[in-house]
């Protein structure tokens, strides 16, 4: 792979052999025009009271570029639909609850001065950026997960490939949970599949 040149590794959240039944949910938080880190840490933080309200683990990560991923691990009984559902469902209440702040628009230009919360990205064949990833930018920035406590202190490319290894002498795998943790999101789900807004 580095002999072609290949940097960026962007997985699926699911895996061999259940390919339809994602691993994971993913909050994939980007700031508009007219936004600042400061914003897009809030509404992961949102996200962070959502999730806590609701009895569920969120494990952030800063993406290496301009925005968070808080990934939720679920029990891969879950169609991509549904994981979708579940996010667009958590994404509309904050949306609701924050309009100056957050937006579910996908056209670019109608994001201005909000954070954009993209929940297609949990559809089957979509990819993220893997954790520990090295992102293709300058200063080779690193997707690197953080703790909750941490997101006032990190910025979006903060860590990069000579810093990573020391932070994890350091202080271990923040995500290394996650690759274990599985979730059950059945009754917020199926208040999102109904249209209840709880």
Same mark, same amino acid.
């Given at each position: 792979m580095a002999? @072609? =040149?290949t940097i960026e590794i962007n997985p699926w959240l699911s895996r061999f052999p259940s390919l339809d039944k994602p691993d994971f949910a993913v909050f994939d938080i980007d700031p508009a025009d007219g936004t600042t880190w400061p914003d897009v840490v809030l509404v992961a933080k949102l996200v962070k /009271? +959502? @999730?806590d309200e609701w009895k569920l683990e969120g494990f952030p990560k800063v993406s290496g570029g301009t925005g968070i991923h808080i990934y939720v *691990?679920? /029990? !891969?009984v879950y169609t991509y639909r549904e994981s979708a559902a579940f996010v667009r469902f958590a994404a509309e209440l904050i949306r609701q609850a924050y309009p100056e702040k957050v937006t579910l628009e996908r056209i670019v230009r109608q994001r201005y001065g909000h954070v954009y919360i993209?929940? *297609?990205q949990n559809a089957r064949g979509q990819t993220i950026l893997a954790a520990y990833g090295v992102?293709? +930018?300058? =200063?080779a920035p690193v997707s690197v997960p953080v703790l909750w406590d941490e997101l006032d202190q990190v910025g979006p490319q903060s860590r990069n490939i000579k810093?990573? !290894?020391d932070r994890l002498e350091r202080m271990g795998d923040p995500f290394a949970e996650a690759l274990t943790r599985k979730q059950d999101i059945n009754p917020i789900l199926q208040n999102a599949l109904s249209g209840n807004t709880m």
């Amino acid at each position: 792979m580095a002999n @072609l =040149g290949t940097i960026e590794i962007n997985p699926w959240l699911s895996r061999f052999p259940s390919l339809d039944k994602p691993d994971f949910a993913v909050f994939d938080i980007d700031p508009a025009d007219g936004t600042t880190w400061p914003d897009v840490v809030l509404v992961a933080k949102l996200v962070k /009271e +959502l @999730l806590d309200e609701w009895k569920l683990e969120g494990f952030p990560k800063v993406s290496g570029g301009t925005g968070i991923h808080i990934y939720v *691990p679920l /029990e !891969p009984v879950y169609t991509y639909r549904e994981s979708a559902a579940f996010v667009r469902f958590a994404a509309e209440l904050i949306r609701q609850a924050y309009p100056e702040k957050v937006t579910l628009e996908r056209i670019v230009r109608q994001r201005y001065g909000h954070v954009y919360i993209d929940y *297609p990205q949990n559809a089957r064949g979509q990819t993220i950026l893997a954790a520990y990833g090295v992102k293709a +930018l300058d =200063g080779a920035p690193v997707s690197v997960p953080v703790l909750w406590d941490e997101l006032d202190q990190v910025g979006p490319q903060s860590r990069n490939i000579k810093t990573v !290894p020391d932070r994890l002498e350091r202080m271990g795998d923040p995500f290394a949970e996650a690759l274990t943790r599985k979730q059950d999101i059945n009754p917020i789900l199926q208040n999102a599949l109904s249209g209840n807004t709880m």
